[in-house]
């Protein structure tokens, strides 16, 4: 078990934040995302997104990379607010919002 480096509490190793102040536990945290299934030049590619949480010689950021077999290809890095920018964007519309504007187009 770790120490949280923010309240001092005890952290099992499998946890990324902490349960007591929900500090990160970690410097970065890595997702890797598969291809869509049925697009095969994808197949051997996968997107792996790495969230800096920043320190003195990081800054904050979300990177974005294409991973073929074991090597990126591309990458790029949004500050958090242009990662949350796309996180908005790949969200579904709120339902309400979409009942909106069915009704705006029929003009009901």
Not at 35 to 44: G, I, K, L, S
Not at 61 to 83: G, K, T
Request: hydrophobic share 35%; charged share 30%; net charge positive.
């Amino acid at each position: 078990m770790r120490t949280c480096r923010e309240c001092g509490n005890g952290v099992e190793d499998r946890f990324r934040y902490c349960p007591w102040c929900a500090a990160p536990q970690r410097r970065k945290l890595v997702e890797f995302f598969a291809p869509h299934p049925a697009v095969e030049r994808d197949a051997q590619k996968a997107l792996r997104v790495s969230r800096y949480f920043g320190d003195e010689e990081t800054p904050p950021q979300v990177r974005f990379s294409i991973w073929s077999v074991d090597s990126a290809e591309a990458a790029v890095s949004l500050s958090p607010e242009e990662a949350q920018r796309v996180a908005g964007f790949l969200a579904p519309p709120p339902r309400r919002q979409l009942l909106d504007q069915l009704r705006d187009t029929l003009r009901l």
